[in-house]
């Protein structure tokens, strides 16, 4: 291997296609990729710890599933603390090598999203909390799934404001750290708006090389540029009457968010090389893990751009200033996990849960999903103690105790009474809150939560019509 790499790719038995794929988008996240046939001929990297040069063995493992656990073992012996991934045909193949030792998973066909996911997950190898992704994030975000699931204020109000959305038609900017729960957020939007049954089509413009994005959303004519053999239909075109997602909005080139810009007032597209535009409707959709208005200060983004697309802004909050939400959304992923074949029913304790929340998230609730899902297979079944979280305890940031005051631990009241202040909240918040909390713990079955209320259904829609609140919050 070449000396003074700050990260080397080892891929191991990929098909030419696949590896062509992998290796294009981990150049671009700035590793080096090494191909190798079989693991036999993987070179001893030493067994110093992880700490740059970061080094990575990807293998395909196949469809075989009864030599995982010795091929995983051989490859350890050799590569030494090198984190490992392996790249499955089936669930089953993924929950063994994961309980086998290894450090994440790619579920074929390989997504370009996963696999910047899984890279970017390397580099956080051996912090505390940070897992592998899950087998339930391979499925399309179920509306009204976890993009729903608190009662925390600032999270009801941006509920609030995506319900709002959805009854218009403008363009949407979708804000937030990663791991927020943005793409859930987004298609529950779309769910919810008379576009729920049109085309949707998400471009993540981080992972589109800079050449081929302007034609990949736009289109082209035949001949427009070198390679253009075939005239092709952009993405806007293609989802006409639905919606298009553009992710990491700010990674997009100046020149391009003028054409972005352009389209969103016009309502037309011109391909590359046209003479001419088509009309279209399509709702636009933006997301951003960046803050737009000093990158448009620095003149890194169109500031007309940006004033079209403040208006409606939906910036989800961190789950650090979510607390109190923790063990709803924990509860909710080990109900998911327990739909994959070979994980089984588990569930957290009161210790576990109140170790969650005290523990800061940096990634988010994506972090929790997967230090969720690795604690949920390496079980077996049963119940998580704290002890199936090594390294929250000792490692990360914490919230001082008195911040964990209003977090939420099963059977016990999650509402917080007091402002920040430290005056008490108005009854009919706190009244509001409740309701909110209930029908989200028994998933908007009403009778159940006018039973577990001790009130009557008449009295509860009456309360939720006097209160504003959606019976479907």
């Known amino acids: 291997m070449s000396e003074g790499l700050d990260r080397m790719l080892i891929l191991v038995g990929a098909e030419p296609a696949q590896a062509r794929q992998i290796a294009s988008l981990a150049a671009r996240e700035g590793w080096e990729t090494l191909l190798l046939r079989d693991a036999s001929a993987t070179p001893p990297l030493g067994t110093e710890p992880r700490s740059p040069p970061r080094r990575a063995i990807w293998i395909d493992l196949g469809h075989r599933r009864e030599s995982i656990a010795g091929t995983l073992h051989a490859l350890r012996a050799r590569t030494g603390e090198a984190a490992v991934v392996v790249l499955c045909a089936s669930h089953d193949q993924a929950i063994d090598a994961l309980r086998e030792g290894a450090d994440d998973f790619l579920l074929k066909p390989l997504v370009s999203e996963r696999i910047v996911a899984a890279l970017r997950t390397i580099e956080r190898a051996g912090e505390p909390g940070w897992g592998p992704a899950t087998l339930t994030e391979k499925d399309d975000a179920e509306p009204g799934s976890d993009a729903s699931i608190g009662t925390t204020a600032g999270f009801r109000a941006v509920l609030a404001v995506t319900a709002k959305a959805a009854r218009e038609t403008g363009p949407v900017l979708v804000a937030g750290e990663p791991g927020t729960g943005k793409d859930h957020l987004i298609r529950e939007l ?22 081929a994005i302007e034609s990949r959303l736009f289109g082209h004519e035949k001949n427009a540029f070198a390679g253009a053999f075939d005239r092709a239909i952009g993405a806007i075109q293609q989802c006409d009457g639905g919606t298009i ?16 810009l352009e389209f969103i007032r016009e309502r037309a597209v011109r391909p590359i090389g046209a003479a001419y535009g088509a009309r279209v409707d399509v709702r636009l959709i933006v997301a951003t893990n960046a803050s737009l208005g000093p990158l448009a200060e620095t003149g890194r983004f169109l500031p007309e751009l940006l004033e079209t697309l403040v208006p409606t802004t939906i910036t989800l909050p961190p789950l650090r200033e979510r607390v109190s939400d923790i063990p709803a959304l924990a509860r909710h992923f080990l109900t998911q996990f327990a739909r994959v ?15 969650l929340s005290r523990y800061d998230w940096p990634g988010n609730i994506r972090q929790l999903h997967s230090a ?6 390496l079980s077996g079944g049963g119940e998580l103690t704290p002890g199936a979280f090594p390294g929250l305890e000792s490692g990360g940031v914490h919230r001082p105790r008195e911040a964990l005051a209003t977090a939420t631990l099963p059977g016990r009241v999650g509402v917080p009474l007091y402002t920040s202040d430290g005056n008490l909240r108005p009854l009919d918040d706190i009244e509001g809150d409740v309701i909110r909390l209930a029908i989200s713990h028994y998933r908007g079955r009403m009778t159940e939560v006018a039973r577990r209320l001790g009130i009557g259904r008449s009295t509860l829609y009456r309360k939720l019509g006097e209160l504003g609140i959606d019976n479907a919050a």
């Open 372 to 377: 969720l899902f690795r604690a949920a297979v």
């Open 341 to 355: 074949p070979g994980i089984g029913q588990v569930q957290a304790t009161d210790a576990a849960l109140a170790l």
């Open 245 to 260: 997602v553009v992710d990491e909005i700010e990674r997009l080139a100046l020149p391009l968010q003028q054409r972005l």
């Open 190 to 211: 779309r769910a919810a708006g008379l576009r729920a049954q049109k085309p949707l089509h998400f471009i993540n413009a981080g992972l589109v090389p800079a050449s």
